[in-house]
């Protein structure tokens, strides 16, 4: 089975500080993947990376960075926290090529910033 | 513009009937897929189906179905005999194949089933 593995299931943090989230898979995917979650608005992409030291923009990339120095980890980076970055974290990984294939979501992180 | 479109935010159902949860979509991609997620309350995102643009049956996997009506761009998944661990948010999703690398998927805002015993 594969396995996407995310650092914490919770975690707080104050405004102002650099929070790291790292997100670990296990089954060689060239593709990985960072969504934030928030009610109402489903899950929204923040950057992806198809391949090691590749990264691309999502939907909402601003006041976020990422780092995937390897295949099996992406790191997400939130420079300087705010409050609005509240949210509930996402990673997910799958392999590049095959259009059926699902993206693999490890357990989530609820990151509060307070 | 909404890519993805779940207009029901919360269902009920009762246990052991059948449940239709609605999404429609929009793109002008000949060549897309469309999956279906489900999130229980303890936060991990489960793949339940897919659906591919080119498919000519509709996708069946055990309980799950896919009712897909390409002109109407309508991707409805169908729950069979409901059951009290059914009770979770859903996601639909599409990935357009135009897109660059990447398989980037598109979510729709869910919907909140609760299946009542």
């Known amino acids: 089975d594969v396995k996407v593995t995310q650092s914490s299931r919770y975690l707080v943090k104050r405004t102002g500080e650099k929070v790291f989230l790292e997100c670990v898979q296990d089954m060689d995917h060239e593709n990985m993947f960072w969504y934030r979650q928030d009610p109402g608005l489903g899950l929204r992409l923040i950057y992806f990376?198809?391949?090691?030291?590749?990264?691309e923009k999502g939907d909402i990339p601003e006041g976020y960075s990422v780092s995937r120095e390897k295949k099996e980890r992406f790191s997400l980076i939130l420079e300087s926290a705010s409050t609005n970055q509240t949210s509930m974290y996402l990673c997910?990984?799958?392999?590049?090529?095959?259009?059926?294939?699902?993206?693999?979501f490890g357990d989530g992180t609820r990151l509060s910033i307070l | 513009a909404q890519k993805i479109t779940q207009t029901q935010p919360g269902m009920f159902v009762q246990e052991k009937e059948a449940v239709t949860l609605d999404c429609t979509y929009d793109t002008s991609d000949p060549s897309y897929g469309l999956f279906w997620y489900k999130q229980p309350s303890s936060g991990e995102m489960i793949f339940l189906i897919y659906q591919g643009s080119y498919d000519q049956q509709n996708a069946t996997e055990g309980r799950y179905s896919l009712n897909f009506q390409k002109a109407r761009k309508s991707a409805n998944l169908v729950i069979s005999a409901s059951q009290l661990g059914d009770s979770a948010m859903y996601f639909c999703a599409m990935r357009e194949e135009g897109e660059t690398s990447g398989s980037r998927l598109t979510f729709g805002e869910g919907t909140q089933l609760t299946v009542n015993p």
């Open positions: 990376s198809y391949d090691v030291k590749m990264k």
């Open positions: 997910a990984s799958s392999f590049f090529q095959g259009s059926n294939q699902p993206q693999h």
